[in-house]
């Protein structure tokens, strides 16, 4: 049955072409976010950033988000002034950010007066000291105060993108392919994490001269294109409610019985517990996972000459990784059979050239840039099945036992193949695809759930809620496994002989933790019958 077009909602093409300029936004996003992870010994080395120091600029990112709250602000902006205003101002804020933890990590910044004033400052936060939660410390880089004053700005700007994009699709999708959409435009935003780990030590290896710098320029660079991707999805959004008659502003203004609505809700709150949980323990390990691969794999740099030593491999790579990820995501949209198998035996043909060049190259970050791969692969067909099948819940107790899997065999089974490169390798590689699978797992079940656990006008102000409840974890584990390591590894000067074991048990424990929430929602869920079980797609 041909579906009948009245607005661009209805166009299945340009529905689509909405969601993709929201998800290269988002792309470019991750990158920034995670710019730095890959390179965390060159900031030692070049910057004097131990694991405290790079651990607190990392959890920084949330620190506005979760103590001044400006998430919950953000949500409201969101419910009151639209999706397109949101989407834009996120855009600046994020680039905004971006140029000060430039400018920070840049030679430009060494000696500078402002060092000096960085230096002598900031040491003491009244109050936040006291609780324990200061994003600065005494001894604190001047570098890493001013890059983690920069990183949290682009934290707000990021995270109110992040709300603003889950609320977009459900105005473009509600009724249609919305977990699939969903799932979609995660599955090519974090396309980025591939993207910043082979490219952030390229730029800053680049020409055989270490700069850091570089390589946040690198990410500078792409959030300008992410302001662009929001101007152009402004325009799309605004004749869409001129077609409909919808209007940005909301006619009832934002109330705070809105907020108790939702935080009375069981089951929002059993899926927010479980969002931070989970969160918890990937993007902090993210920014870890580069320099734990360092720890715990015998790898040897290919000689200097080589092909394998050149800057063309790292492009060549790349190009073979948008293969993979192009081909696998493809073949979800694939109705012929012999297409689909075709599309399907390029892209594992390609997965194995694409492992085989990251061991070759003999770096953590090109072994680990296979994180996402899987993930775009197998996300579409879980948000397909979610929206014709159901069975949310279930998906996120599979994920939880996933992602216990993955941090114990990181912590206990990697490091005995230690001396072994190939089997160290390959024991990586999969964990490392697995855990991506995983990850997947979350936007294709969890944030599709939302709608159906809150009215739709204060959609905004629920993803706001769970984000920000979200980002006291992603604010608090970056630095508590920076600590941990430090703890455990006193005396360690080498930034690649690092004990990860305990930082490693501790994430396992997060995902324990998920699975029985998991369960609990599953069981709050029969008994409510809240529908998260039941397919988005109604016949």
């Known amino acids: ?280 323990a990937i993007f902090p390990f993210q920014k870890y996972a580069v320099n734990m691969l360092q720890c715990n794999l015998t790898l040897q740099l290919p000689e200097n000459g080589s092909f394998w030593a050149g800057d063309s491999v790292t492009i060549i790579q790349y190009l073979i990784m948008l293969v993979v990820a192009g081909f696998s995501f493809s073949s979800n949209f694939m109705k012929n059979t012999t297409l689909k198998s075709l599309f399907m035996a390029i892209a594992v043909v390609a997965l194995v050239i694409y492992c085989y060049m990251g061991y070759m190259r003999g770096t953590a970050e090109s072994i680990f840039a296979v994180f996402p791969l899987l993930a775009v692969a197998i996300t579409p067909i879980l948000g397909n099945y979610v929206d014709k099948k159901g069975k949310a819940a279930s998906m996120l107790m599979i994920g939880s036992l996933l992602l216990i899997a993955c941090h114990l065999t990181f912590a206990f089974v990697l490091p005995l193949f230690k001396g072994n490169a190939i089997g160290g390798t390959i024991v990586a590689y999969i964990t490392i695809l697995v855990l991506g699978a995983s990850f997947s797992l979350v936007p294709a079940s969890l944030w599709p759930s939302v709608p159906k656990l809150v009215d739709e006008k204060i959609i905004g102000s629920a993803y706001a809620l769970i984000f920000w409840i979200q980002n006291i974890g992603l604010w608090l584990f970056p630095l508590l496994i920076g600590k941990v390591l430090d703890k455990t590894n006193i005396g360690v000067e080498d930034a690649t002989k690092l004990d990860y074991t305990w930082p490693l048990v501790m994430l396992a424990c997060l995902g324990i933790a998920a699975f029985l929430l998991g369960v609990i929602l599953k069981s709050w869920d029969k008994k409510k019958q809240l529908g998260l079980e039941d397919p988005n797609i109604k016949d």
């Not at 041909?2 to 290269?24: F, G, M, P, Q, V």
């Not at 920034?32 to 120091?53: C, H, N, V, Y």
């Not at 999706?83 to 950010?97: D, E, I, N």
């Not at 001894?139 to 934290?155: C, N, Q, T, V, Y």
Request: proline letters at 2%.
């Open 1 to 280: 049955m041909t579906e009948k077009i009245s607005t661009l909602r209805d166009n299945a093409a340009i529905r689509w072409i909405a969601l993709l300029l929201l998800a290269l936004a988002m792309f470019c996003s991750y990158i920034f976010m995670d710019i730095l992870s890959p390179i965390k010994d060159l900031m030692q080395e070049t910057r004097g950033w131990d694991s405290t120091a790079f651990g607190t600029m990392q959890g920084s990112e949330t620190f506005l988000n979760v103590f001044v709250f400006f998430l919950i602000f953000a949500g409201i902006i969101l419910d009151k002034m639209g999706v397109r205003f949101t989407a834009v101002l996120s855009g600046t804020v994020m680039l905004v950010g971006a140029l000060i933890k430039w400018y920070a990590v840049d030679d430009a910044f060494v000696g500078s007066s402002l060092e000096t004033w960085f230096t002598n400052n900031l040491n003491y936060i009244p109050l936040f000291d006291e609780i324990g939660v200061s994003p600065f410390y005494r001894e604190m880089p001047a570098s890493a105060k001013l890059a983690a004053i920069g990183f949290m700005i682009f934290g707000c700007g990021v995270e109110m993108a992040g709300i603003t994009v889950s609320r977009g699709i459900v105005k473009w999708f509600k009724g249609r392919e919305m977990a699939l959409a969903m799932g979609s435009e995660m599955a090519l935003a974090r396309l980025g994490v591939a993207t910043c780990m082979i490219f952030s030590p390229f730029f800053a290896k680049l020409g055989g001269n270490v700069d850091v710098s570089r390589s946040v320029a690198f990410g500078v660079v792409l959030l300008c294109i992410a302001l662009i991707m929001f101007i152009v999805y402004f325009f799309m959004d605004k004749k869409l409610d001129a077609q409909t008659g919808e209007a940005e502003e909301k006619d009832d203004p934002f109330k705070i019985s809105d907020l108790g609505k939702i935080l009375s809700s069981m089951g929002f709150w059993l899926v927010a517990l479980l969002c931070v949980l989970y969160y918890s």
